[in-house]
């Protein structure tokens, strides 16, 4: 289920991303190109099952993808999905540094309205 507020930001790919394992997860991935839920658990202090709860919703918000690869899944992150989130990212920054600067405008207006 993607829920896509106004802005289109999806809020299930980034409740996804807000995890930090899953965060990690996602670096792990990008660094050796795909890995299994057990040569993932390896690299983390959590167990398999985890990282394979982890990475089903990595999964469902499309971040990831797997292929089987025997009794196991192999798991590559989505070049497309993650650079929609880069864009996301970049689209929400940009309106919170828009809001920033209007805020530090009227404190300053505030400022000159004291001192005057």
């Known amino acids: 289920m993607n829920t896509t507020v106004a802005g289109g930001v999806d809020d299930d790919l980034w409740s996804a991303i807000g995890d930090p394992t899953r965060r990690r997860l996602l670096d792990l991935l990008l660094v050796d190109g795909d890995g299994t839920a ?29 292929t089987p690869a025997g009794r196991e899944k192999r ?39 004291q001192q005057d």
């Open 38 to 66: 057990t040569s993932l658990s390896r690299q983390l202090p959590v167990t398999r099952q985890a990282v394979a709860k982890h990475l089903g919703v990595l999964d469902r918000v499309g971040l990831v993808r797997a």
């Open 75 to 113: 798991y590559r992150v989505d070049d497309a999905q993650l650079a929609r989130a880069v864009a996301q990212l970049a689209s929400v920054g940009s309106a919170w540094d828009a809001r920033l600067q209007r805020i530090r405008r009227i404190a300053e207006a505030i400022q000159r309205a």
